[in-house]
């Protein structure tokens, strides 16, 4: 199974700025959405905002106005650019795709991100 490849996240201490990339393999062949989730300690999985090829962007509530989720045109590769970071959004974040609109199928190993207070 083709695995997408995450950068960015690290230790910043709050309200501080962070940038996530991910860019999907040339083995996965057509690429209709591309997503980033967070999972927290002891929380599930939650999705943080996606964004559909050629398409319009979803941002959850929590961190609408906060982060922005943007693509490179290709449909290849996402970003995730994180403003005012708090402790709440400390999470490993995962960078996922899928290629029809029937849940996500591609995945990250993930990055973790930490706030400090």
């Known amino acids: 199974q083709a695995q997408l490849m995450e950068s960015g996240g690290g230790l910043v201490q709050a309200g501080g700025s962070l940038n996530l990339s991910c860019v999907a393999p040339g083995s996965i062949f057509t690429i209709n959405q591309m997503g980033w989730y967070r999972q927290a300690p002891g929380k599930q999985r939650e999705l943080v905002a996606d964004i559909i090829h050629k398409g319009g962007t979803n941002i959850a509530d929590s961190v609408k106005g906060r982060f922005t989720i943007s693509g490179d045109g290709t449909g290849r590769a996402i970003y995730l650019q994180m403003h005012n970071l708090q402790p709440e959004d400390t999470a490993v974040y995962y960078c996922?795709?899928?290629?029809?609109?029937?849940?996500?199928?591609?995945w990250g190993q993930g990055t973790q991100v930490t706030v400090s207070s």
């Open positions: 996922a795709a899928n290629r029809r609109p029937s849940g996500y199928e591609y």
